[in-house]
Every structure is written in C-alpha cells, then in structure tokens.
Nanobody, 125 residues
C-alpha cells in the first residue's frame, strides 16, 4: 500500500483544513487508517484513527477533528476545525493491517504497516 497525504497549508487560528490521504492497492478497506503529527524536536503524536470498530481521537483534538473514509475512492480524510497554533506540524497518514478493538494499539506508531510522506499544517495566531 502506498499513501499520499495532501491538503496541508497555512491557516489562521480558528480556521479549518481538510487533509486527504489517497491509497493505492486493492485492499484499502481492510486497513485501519490513522493520522499522526510531529513538530521538530517533539515526538510523533497520535491524532486519530478510523477502524472497523470505531473512530478514536487524541484528547487534544476531540470535538474539533473528524476522520472519515471513502473506500470507493481509497481515501481517508482528516477534517480539522477550530485550529489552534499548537496544531501546527507535519501530518502523516498511516495504514494498519490488523484491526483492534479499542485505541491503545493504534496510538503506537509501530502498529502501522505503511506511512505516507506527510503534509505540513501551519496555524498562525
């Protein structure tokens, strides 16, 4: 599976962006799709994941971000509203071939089998 993230950019605080992650391969629907973000000098941070069981979010984005997927288009989306400067970072999508109940495993980067190249999001104050 190859993943291509897009949709990043510069936005003012309070604004919105929608990231997309397009996948190749015929088995996209079988994968749980996660989003992570990272800023220089900080560890990669779990943002959220959509699996067969549910959709889970980090506390820091809950209520502001929404993950959805279109299996026919082999694309997963991250709708980001009410953006804050602390949401700034490189956003990565990732695919996990094993489906888990609950979010614990999905919060770990090593759970994922494939990663996209990242798209930069910058939120100005």
């Amino acid at each position: 599976v190859q993943l291509q993230a897009s949709g990043g950019g510069l936005v003012q605080g309070g604004g919105s962006l929608r990231l997309s992650c397009a996948a190749s391969g015929r088995t996209f629907s079988r994968y749980a799709m996660g989003w992570f973000r990272q800023t220089p000098g900080k560890e990669r941070e779990f943002v959220g994941v959509i699996s067969d069981f549910d959709t889970y979010y980090a506390e820091s984005v809950k209520g502001r971000f929404t993950i959805s997927r279109d299996n026919a288009k082999k694309t997963v989306y991250l709708q980001m509203n009410s953006l804050k400067p602390e949401d700034t970072g490189m956003y990565y999508c990732a695919a996990a071939g094993t489906q888990y109940s609950g979010s614990a495993y999905y919060r770990r980067g090593e759970t994922y089998d494939y990663w996209g190249q990242g798209t930069q999001v910058t939120v100005s104050s």
